[in-house]
């Protein structure tokens, strides 16, 4: 039997970019294509998406892209991965309801060929077959996938929670689950986000009910921020604004284009006369009225950051509104997002971003739930995914107490292929991996050296020594020039690398003098390791040669 491969590009070893390959001979599909959001040290960084490399090379092999779901670390990637590659999507209609304006925009029509699924369905690609299973999650329609190879069956769980009393009554089919754990599940990738917390976790229907309280409590407007994608909150919030006769406005592109598609398609059913437009409300005082606005993670760009700095024309905070934090911070946005909170603060709304009735739950499965996904698959083999490698440590901690044995449990590693042939399973060579970064303007020239130039320059500054040279000659023409920018080092330290730098360049010969890219390396060394040892900086040193 032929050797099957899962080859993660992401998603493993951190929690974004999911993006993993199942390949069987010339036969090879992908599940997911997300993105991930820059760490603080990725300066002027937009986005991050997998290095695609590996996908360009066997293009031809791709037989589909299958998406677990809607959001971001899921589908973020598609329009730079299908700009250079090409290959059919296959997906739920919500799934596509929500990403096919994007890739529009960005993509052109021939590029974007989308088929959908249903939870259900099993779909041929090659010799493999890939089955959607309806899973609970925060947004609607998220399934796992189960993908049939020669040697067994590979289950990717997605992300999951065990949600019982489901927003939109559409429960995990659980039983399928159980009767592939029956016929056999070679390999188990599971969900690990949140496998440090304990129990069982609350159902997203526990939300409505820590909405009611605070709705219950307020005065004035009620502003609720939470992700575009999250359609059943979004659905909660009407259903309580309704109760207590407020109407709702959303704000931001997305959230209300998002809104309706999906009431046109009827994944939200919003109670009659609830939804009102932004200019509307005027019309009504301020205890009838709930507004929906996009911004939970700090975004600069979004409605709620530009209300908090009172730069959004059509909506200002006042004293008296309440602002709810319906969202979990995505790590690293934590800063951007207390900033915004305080600045709300500040214009004299009450926020309120936690409360012993939850106005939040996450979407991931606790360890209980993680563990009746093991025993409901009974898998052969066991690898966590969608987590950080604490996260996978853990898991496999789990996994072993529930007597997993230690010789089939992997730690997935972006970029390592996981093979599996008739008798084993084990790590093979690595293939072309990485992160490509996006910056603000679309460009994925963002290298890792321009990371760190832009680094040096904001952590030491930058010193610029002009030369003018006579190259005929080998002799310099008039006074170089030193200038310095974003540096803290004192004044008197730049006039002593000055003068060394001076004192180098007038002890060259005419000959040495003539090697203009020797004349550049010595001015930055010099400069360098004076500026150093005086300062103890290590600024950027940038020397111009002019030519004459
Ligand atoms: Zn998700
Ligand atoms: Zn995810």
């Given at each position: ?38 760490d603080e040290e990725m300066l002027g960084v937009d986005i991050v998406v997998p290095d695609f490399s590996y996908l360009v090379e066997h293009q031809t092999l791709l037989r589909g892209i299958f998406l677990t779901h809607a959001h971001e ?74 993908i049939r190879t020669s040697q067994g069956i590979m289950l990717f769980t997605g992300d999951f929670k065990l949600d019982f009393t489901p927003v939109d009554g559409k429960a995990s089919n659980l039983a399928r689950i159980g009767e592939l ?229 992997f730690t997935m590693k972006a970029g390592v292929p996981l093979c599996f042939d008739d008798t084993s399973a084990y790590f093979g060579e690595p293939v072309i991996h990485g992160a490509i970064l996006i910056d603000n303007g679309g460009n ?105």
């Amino acid at each position: 039997m032929a050797l099957v491969q899962v080859i993660p590009l992401g998603g493993v070893g951190e929690i974004g970019k999911n993006c993993t390959v199942v390949r069987e001979g010339e036969d090879l599909v992908l599940i997911d294509c997300g993105l991930s959001f820059p760490d603080e040290e990725m300066l002027g960084v937009d986005i991050v998406v997998p290095d695609f490399s590996y996908l360009v090379e066997h293009q031809t092999l791709l037989r589909g892209i299958f998406l677990t779901h809607a959001h971001e670390d899921h589908v973020g990637g598609l329009s730079y991965l299908l700009a250079q590659v090409r290959a059919p999507i296959y997906c739920t209609e919500f799934t596509e309801a929500l990403i096919r304006s994007k890739l529009e925009e960005r993509l052109p029509k021939d590029r974007i060929d989308i088929r959908r699924f249903k939870p259900g369905d099993i779909i041929t690609a090659g010799k493999l077959s890939v089955e959607p299973i309806r899973l609970t999650h925060s947004i609607p329609e998220n399934c796992a996938m189960a993908i049939r190879t020669s040697q067994g069956i590979m289950l990717f769980t997605g992300d999951f929670k065990l949600d019982f009393t489901p927003v939109d009554g559409k429960a995990s089919n659980l039983a399928r689950i159980g009767e592939l754990g029956r016929e056999g599940v070679l390999c188990l990738f599971s969900d690990s986000t949140n496998v440090e917390r304990p129990g069982w976790g609350p159902s997203e229907r526990a939300v409505t009910e820590g909405l009611r309280k605070v709705f219950a409590d307020a005065k004035g407007r009620i502003l609720l921020t939470t992700f575009a994608s999250n359609i059943h909150r979004m659905q909660q919030v009407y259903e309580v604004a309704a109760e207590r006769g407020r109407k709702v406005a959303a704000v931001g592109r997305r959230m209300e284009q998002n809104l309706d598609i999906c009431e046109r398609l009827g994944y939200v059913k919003i109670p009659k006369g609830t939804r009102i437009r932004l200019d509307e409300i005027h019309n009504y005082p301020d205890e009838k009225l709930a507004i929906l606005t996009t911004g939970s993670q700090g975004e600069p760009m979004s409605a709620l950051v530009q209300m908090s700095k009172a730069e959004y024309g059509r909506l200002q905070i006042r004293r008296g509104d309440t602002v709810i934090y319906s969202a979990r911070p995505i790590p690293g946005n934590e800063g951007a997002i207390w900033r915004t909170v305080n600045r709300l603060f500040d214009l004299g709304a009450n926020v309120i971003y936690e409360s012993k009735t939850p106005i939040h739950v996450s979407g991931h499965a606790y360890q209980e739930e993680l563990k009746a996904m093991i025993n409901l698959t009974k898998p052969f083999y066991l690898a966590p995914v969608h987590g950080e490698p604490r996260h996978q440590h853990m898991y496999l901690q789990i996994g072993a107490e529930m007597g997993h044995p230690a010789h089939r449990m992997f730690t997935m590693k972006a970029g390592v292929p996981l093979c599996f042939d008739d008798t084993s399973a084990y790590f093979g060579e690595p293939v072309i991996h990485g992160a490509i970064l996006i910056d603000n303007g679309g460009n994925s020239q963002v290298s890792t050296d321009v990371i760190k130039d832009r680094l040096t320059i904001a952590n030491e500054g930058m010193i610029i020594i002009t030369v003018a040279i006579d190259k005929t000659k080998g002799k310099i023409v008039g006074d170089p020039k030193l200038e310095a920018r974003a540096y803290s080092g004192s004044d008197k330290t730049l006039d002593t690398a000055f003068e060394h730098v001076w004192d180098h360049l007038n002890a060259l010969t005419p000959t040495e003098m003539k090697d203009l890219l020797r004349v550049k390396h010595d001015i930055a060394d010099v400069a360098k390791r004076l500026i150093q040892k005086r300062a103890g900086l290590k600024p950027m040193i940038v020397p111009v040669i002019i030519e004459i």
